[in-house]
Each structure stands twice: as C-alpha cells, then as structure tokens.
C-alpha cells in the first residue's frame, strides 16, 4: 500500500473517520475489479501530492460488505468525499486525477 493511504475494515473505519483532522476520499473497492486497479495509482499520487488536504482510505468491499451496504455502493470503483464524517460528494468509476483533485480541493 502506497504511503497515505490507509485500508480500513468495518472495525476501524468509524475512528478512522471521526479521528480525521482533514477530508477523508474512501475508496470502495475489490482486488478483481478492472477499473480500480486503474484507479489506485491515481490515488497514491494525490496522497502523495495532496497529503496535507486530504486522507485516502481503502474499503475493500468483498471485506467489508456492511460498510458497502451502508453506504449504498452499487458499483465500483465509487469514491466518497467525506468531511466532519458528512458524505460531501462522490464518483463512480474512473475518474481523471484533476476531476478528484478539484473535488477534494472543494471540501477545504
């Protein structure tokens, strides 16, 4: 796993949120999945060139199907913008590094 980014389980995913001093971008996942295995360098590059704006976090849905559920996730890759634990925005599939940036940039 790529430095700033986290994977989180059903377990520690609650603190992991309610801990964070800065945005959180959760990425909803699967190790089989095409187009999050296309996503993910895209991901480490923001973590590594936006670390002090936001916290990326992996979920990997096969792992963690309650949080999947509880968050609706119908397809993946989705990506929640969260923010004082709040769902500000999201996307779904794969999206260009500038779209995410600019989203994550939003909820500063």
Do not use: H
């Amino acid at each position: 796993m790529a430095e700033g980014i986290l994977n989180v389980t059903e377990t520690n995913f609650d603190s992991t949120l309610s801990g964070a001093t800065k945005p959180v971008l959760v990425d909803f996942w699967a190790p089989w999945c095409g187009p999050c295995r296309s996503i993910a360098p895209i991901l480490e590059q923001l973590a590594a060139e936006m670390p002090d704006e936001v916290q990326i976090v992996k979920v990997n849905v096969d792992e963690a199907q309650g949080l999947a559920q509880r968050y609706n996730i119908r397809a993946i890759p989705t990506l929640l913008f969260i923010k004082d634990s709040e769902v500000k925005d999201q996307a779904v599939g794969l999206v260009q590094k500038e779209q995410l940036a600019q989203k994550i940039r939003a909820l500063a």
